[in-house]
C-alpha cells in the first residue's frame, strides 16, 4: 500500500484510515493518540484518548480529569490494535512522558516522531531511533545554523553569571513543561544545592516530575509577600517566560533577565525579549541531530513538518531520499 493510504495530513491533523485514528489533532475528535503533553499537541475534548501515563497524568493536570471522553494508558514498546492498524509508542526524549508512535499496516510501518531531542535529559526516558519506511520528522530547528551547545555548558554560564553578581536575582525564563524541570535538574547536577524558587505556575508540574521519581531539589515559591526583597539576592527563579514581562518581575533586586531555548542561538530574538543572559537549551533536536536521525531510521522516505521543512527536505533529496512537507498547522515552536 502507498503510505498516504496508510497515513494522511487532515485539518484536524495526521489521519490514520485503516485505524480511523488522528495524531496529535488540532481539534475535537473521536479518537486521538497523542505524542506529549504540550498544549500544541495535546488538546482536550476528544471523544478518546490514547497516550502514556505520563502525557495523560499531565493532560489531567492541565486541563482537569475530564479532558477526554475516555483514555487509555500505552505502555512503551507494547503493541496496541486499532482496527485494522496497529501502533507501538516509544521513548522520544522531549519531555517526560514523551513518545514517537509507530504505525503499521500490510507489512508498511510509518514512525511519527512527535518532538523529540538527542541530548540526554535526565527528566525522561532518551529517544530511540526506530526503524521504518516512513519517518516523520519535526522540523522545529531544520537549518544548518541552529547547533546547539551542551547543556551543561549552558548552565554553567549561568552558575559563573550568579557567582558573579552576588547582588542580583537571576530570573530564567523557561517553558512550564518539559525544559523548566530540565533547568532545574541541570543545576542539580552542577552542584547547585541551594533552593531554586519557582513561579507558581510552575508548581504543579514540578511537583508531578516529582512524584514520578525526578529529584529537583529544594523547590520554593518566588514570592516576597511575608519577606525583603533584599532575601532573593544571589537566588535563581525559574519562571515561564511571560511571568517576565509583568511586574512580577520587577519586584526581584537587581534581576538579570535569562532565557532557556534553542532559539537563543538568534541573537535578535534575545535582543527582542530584553534578554541579558541567552542560555541555549533546546527540548528539540538540533541540525545535525535531526539529519544524523533520518538516517538512523533506515527510512526511504521522510515526511518533514512544523518547522523548518524546505532545508531538510532539501537535504533529504540531495541524500537521495524521497522527501515531502506536510505543512500541518497548529503547531508552535515559540514556547520552545
Known amino acids: 500500500m502507498r503510505p498516504s493510504e496508510l497515513l494522511c495530513p487532515r485539518p484536524e491533523g495526521l489521519y490514520c484510515g485503516p485505524g480511523d485514528f488522528f495524531i496529535d489533532p488540532i481539534r475535537p475528535v ?8 504540550h498544549s500544541d499537541h495535546a488538546r482536550s475534548g476528544h471523544g478518546s484518548v490514547l497516550a502514556t501515563q505520563e502525557t495523560l497524568d499531565i493532560m489531567g493536570l492541565r486541563y482537569g480529569d475530564d479532558f477526554a471522553g475516555t483514555t487509555q494508558a500505552a505502555t512503551l514498546g507494547e503493541t496496541i490494535a486499532i482496527k485494522d492498524a496497529s501502533v507501538t509508542f516509544h521513548p522520544a526524549g522531549h519531555v517526560l512522558g514523551s513518545a514517537q508512535i509507530a504505525v503499521e499496516h500490510a507489512g508498511l510501518r510509518i514512525v511519527v ?6 541530548q540526554p535529559d535526565p527528566t525522561c526516558a532518551p529517544f530511540e531511533p526506530i526503524a521504518c519506511d516512513v519517518f516523520i520528522t519535526e522540523a522545529t530547528f531544520g537549518l544548518p545554523v541552529f547547533r546547539h551547545p551542551p547543556d551543561s555548558e549552558e548552565i554553567g554560564r549561568l552558575l559563573k553569571s550568579v557567582s558573579q553578581f552576588p547582588e542580583s536575582t537571576h530570573l530564567v525564563g523557561a517553558y512550564a513543561l518539559g525544559k523548566a524541570q530540565r533547568v532545574m535538574r541541570l543545576l542539580r547536577d552542577a552542584g547547585f544545592d541551594r533552593p531554586i524558587y519557582i513561579h507558581g505556575a510552575l508548581a504543579k ?5 516529582q512524584s514520578r521519581g525526578i529529584d529537583l531539589g529544594d523547590l520554593r515559591p ?6 525583603r526583597k533584599d532575601d ?13 514581562a509583568d511586574r512580577w518581575a520587577r519586584r ?7 532565557f532557556a531555548s534553542g532559539w537563543m542561538r538568534i541573537r535578535q530574538r534575545a535582543k527582542q525579549r530584553g534578554v541579558e543572559l541567552p542560555l ?12 544524523e536521525t533520518i538516517q538512523e531510521t533506515g527510512a526511504g522516505e521522510v515526511w518533514v513538518t512544523h518547522g523548518r521543512e524546505e532545508a531538510l527536505v532539501r537535504w533529504c533529496e540531495l541524500s537521495r531520499l524521497t522527501a515531502r512537507p506536510l505543512h500541518l498547522v497548529g503547531y508552535e515552536d515559540e514556547a520552545e
Do not use: M, Q
Open 30 to 37: 473521536n479518537r486521538a493518540l497523542i505524542t506529549h503533553g
Open 113 to 118: 516522531s512527535g518532538d523529540y531531542k538527542r
Open 205 to 209: 508540574l514540578s511537583d508531578y516530575y
Open 222 to 227: 518566588a514570592t516576597i509577600e511575608g519577606g
Open 232 to 244: 532573593f539576592a544571589g537566588s535563581i527563579v525559574i519562571g515561564p517566560p511571560s511571568a517576565f
Open 252 to 258: 526581584f533586586p537587581e534581576p538579570i533577565a535569562c
Open 280 to 291: 541555549i537549551i533546546s527540548d528539540h533536536s538540533d541540525w545535525d541531530e535531526l539529519t
